[in-house]
């Protein structure tokens, strides 16, 4: 799956994926520099992504469980600037 990065927004290639094993890509179409972060509702671990140059990108493969994960960006106040999303991972 990819998330695509701009200025502030977040783009999933998918909504919605499933459970086990996932290739997650961040992919950087903005100007500035971006992060990921996530994190399943309710859950204690989150999954981190470094930061990613413009026009650059970043793969990470986890086994994801089922539920809802935030997924957002940690630079400065991207977060609160509204570069957030939600991905849905199901059974």
Same mark, same amino acid.
């Given at each position: 799956?990819?998330?695509?990065?701009?200025?502030?927004?977040?783009?999933?290639?998918?909504?919605?994926?499933?459970?086990?094993?996932?290739?997650? /890509?961040?992919?950087?179409?903005?100007?500035?520099?971006?992060?990921?972060?996530?994190?399943?509702?309710?859950? @204690? %671990?989150?999954? &981190?992504?470094?930061?990613?140059?413009?026009?650059?990108?970043?793969?990470? /493969?986890?086994?994801?469980?089922?539920?809802?994960?935030?997924?957002?960006?940690?630079?400065?106040?991207?977060? @609160? %600037?509204?570069? &957030?999303?939600?991905?849905?991972?199901?059974?």
């Amino acid at each position: 799956m990819q998330v695509v990065a701009h200025e502030f927004s977040f783009v999933l290639s998918r909504g919605t994926i499933k459970a086990g094993p996932a290739i997650i /890509e961040l992919a950087n179409d903005g100007e500035d520099a971006h992060d990921l972060r996530m994190q399943r509702v309710g859950g @204690a %671990r989150v999954y &981190t992504w470094p930061i990613v140059l413009p026009g650059r990108y970043s793969d990470r /493969e986890y086994r994801l469980l089922p539920g809802t994960y935030v997924l957002w960006c940690s630079i400065a106040d991207h977060r @609160a %600037r509204g570069m &957030t999303a939600r991905l849905v991972v199901r059974r």
